[in-house]
């Protein structure tokens, strides 16, 4: 009896951003602003589909002469696209899949740029088992999480539970945090903290969030507000418990938007005013609410920061490249695919047994 050769299953893995234009120019940022205006900024404020337009292209051109004026490219899609090829490449290895008889394509994928999400979502729908959607923003909120939440039950509506899972909560795990201050203080440069004289200080940098809406209104959309504000805890308290901590103080620097009403108080230009009066000498900064440079860290933050007066200044980069980070974030997916295989054998197994009474 010749044995017939077992089907492999194939699943899909997606690390989406908001995603940025690499090559600037007003044709290609019109496209992606719209969309931005059209996605995110439309869930805080009611706006007709003209103002849409008009705000997508005004913010276009504003950034396009910004970034002309001050040399500036985004490399945010060229991060996510390594931060892409190192978890696959992790993945390839892997035992577990390989024993459960899993084969996984690894895509990137954009909410504002292409590949957009939902290009890739329809792609998988007829040729893998099962999805897993990876939002590279360690915070969840209707504006990121939640915009692939959305995009996935647009793609797959009742079929959702049983092919698709989006992660989400990636700060609440203990090894980011050990990642985290592991790379924080290797990068951090001997001149920063000199001897004898005062601590330096330290600005953790994250997306800002609505606090009220324009009525004065707890926001009708979950913003992640009390995720930010634990995340930020969490963080300076192993910071400043680390032995390796040279820091003296450690503050939250939100990074704000203008619309939809009132946004977090503690921002990064504040933090930095408050540590100039202090007369705190030695900054740094580390956008620890992102995993990918892009022109909200450094290229606004970063600005700030030089622009501060302070005499030492220092800016880390996000975690980016970071080998670690990659086979940290490729372990959580393994175990995330292996779930949604279980989630589907039983799904699978439930559907047989009703159609098999149904046929009794």
Not at 60 to 78: D, E, F, G, I
Not at 208 to 215: P, Y
Request: proline letters at 5%; charged letters at 25%.
């Amino acid at each position: 009896m010749v044995a017939l050769p077992v089907k492999r299953k194939r699943y899909g893995v997606v690390l989406v951003t908001y995603g940025e234009v690499e090559r600037p120019a007003v044709w290609t940022l019109i496209p992606s602003s719209r969309k931005i205006v059209r996605t995110v900024t439309r869930q805080i404020v009611t706006l007709p589909d003209w103002f849409i337009r008009a705000l997508g292209d005004y913010r276009a051109v504003k950034h396009y002469l910004n970034w002309q004026v001050n040399r500036y490219r985004s490399r945010l899609v060229a991060i996510n696209r390594s931060q892409k090829e190192g978890v696959a490449s992790e993945l390839s290895r892997s035992r577990k899949l390989g024993e459960a008889g899993i084969s996984v394509d690894v895509d990137e994928a954009y909410y504002f740029v292409p590949p957009y999400l939902e290009t890739v979502l329809e792609k998988y729908r007829s040729s893998m088992d099962g999805v897993v959607v990876v939002p590279m923003i360690p915070v969840e909120s209707s504006f990121s999480c939640g915009v692939a939440c959305q995009m996935a039950i647009d793609a797959y509506g009742e079929a959702l539970f049983g092919k698709v899972h989006v992660m989400h909560s990636l700060w609440k795990h203990e090894e980011l945090y050990r990642i985290y201050l592991d790379y924080l203080f290797r990068s951090l440069k001997p001149g920063m903290s000199p001897a004898g004289g005062r601590k330096p200080a330290l600005v953790l940098v994250i997306h800002g969030t609505i606090v009220r809406d324009r009525k004065g209104n707890p926001p009708s959309v979950f913003t992640g507000l009390e995720e930010t504000y634990a995340f930020f805890r969490i963080m300076r308290e192993r910071i400043l418990a680390d032995p390796r901590n040279p820091f003296g103080e450690v503050k939250l620097g939100c990074l704000n938007h203008t619309a939809g009403g009132e946004w977090t108080p503690d921002t990064a230009e504040k933090a930095l005013v408050e540590l100039r009066e202090a007369g705190v000498d030695s900054v740094a900064m580390f956008p620890f609410g992102y995993f990918a440079d892009n022109s909200e860290t450094d290229y606004e933050a970063k600005r700030q920061l030089e622009a501060s007066g302070i005499s030492r200044t220092q800016y880390i980069h996000c975690i980016n490249e970071s080998p670690e980070f990659y086979r940290w974030l490729a372990r959580l997916i393994e175990k995330e695919v292996v779930k949604l295989d279980h989630r589907r054998s039983f799904t699978a197994g439930e559907s047989k047994d009703e159609h098999s009474n149904r046929t009794a």
